[in-house]
């Protein structure tokens, strides 16, 4: 099986644009989880969807968003980007809900780096 | 609220010697325990889990970790390191969801190893 795929891979944006960032997860996953790593912070969970409902949001302004397809492929936007937005964008994808005691298996990311 | 720590951030060890990494979480329920690796530039890859039964468990990579409830510990070990083992090493509590999402991560340790 394929694992999770995140395009694009890298990305350069300036401040005040907006981004999307797309997540295809592994054959019959049905749940996508979106983290955000810095080396500040390290490791912060976005959102998490389940047959394309958000059924949890992590403590992120709403510029930040994002949603599920019918396929449980996802997609998350991040507009007026600021400069601490520059980060490495993961999203893992597990099975069934409640990932926390699902297995989350993790695609190689996406590098935005905000000008 | 939930927690995990990794005290060590950067660890060197030699070629061939044993490693252990130390993680302790703070849940007031049964965890369900991870440890990730992470290389340069990558995503995270699942080294094991422990979700119940025998306190030992066994990964991938020849990697091990024992989970310690008296201690709220789960630390990860290797009897013998290879240079490719060089990583980021994170460890992970998952949980029924909420705001801090479906997993914790420590702030991860970076493991260096000399020839």
């Known amino acids: 099986k394929a694992g999770v795929t995140q395009t694009p891979r890298y990305l350069i944006k300036t401040r005040g644009q907006q981004v999307t960032l797309s997540c295809s997860p592994i054959?019959?996953?049905?749940?996508v989880s979106w983290y955000q790593q810095t080396p500040g912070q390290g490791l912060q969970f976005l959102f998490e969807?389940?047959?394309?409902?958000?059924?949890n949001k992590g403590n992120f302004p709403g510029r930040f968003s994002g949603r599920q397809f019918s396929n449980s492929r996802s997609e998350m936007n991040v507009s007026t980007l600021e400069l601490g937005d520059s980060a490495l964008y993961l999203c893992a994808s597990s099975l069934e809900e409640l990932a926390g005691v699902e297995t989350q298996y993790f695609g190689p990311g996406t590098r935005l780096l905000v000008l | 609220a939930q927690s995990v720590t990794q005290p060590d951030i950067h660890i060197t060890v030699s070629e061939g010697a044993s490693l252990e990494l130390r993680c302790n979480y703070s849940y007031g329920a049964t965890p369900y325990l991870f440890w990730y690796v992470q290389s340069p530039g990558q995503g995270l890859q699942l080294l094991l889990k422990y979700f119940s039964g025998d306190t030992l468990v066994q990964g991938i990579k020849g990697f091990e970790a024992e989970f310690k409830r008296s201690q709220s510990s789960f630390n990860l070990r290797k009897p013998s390191v290879h240079w490719s083992d060089a990583a980021e090493y994170f460890c992970?509590?998952?949980?029924?969801?909420?705001?801090?999402?479906?997993?914790?991560f420590g702030k991860g340790t970076k493991l260096s190893v000399k020839p």
């Open positions: 969807y389940f047959s394309e409902t958000q059924r």
């Open positions: 054959s019959g996953h049905r749940s």
């Open positions: 992970a509590v998952g949980l029924y969801g909420g705001s801090q999402g479906n997993l914790i």
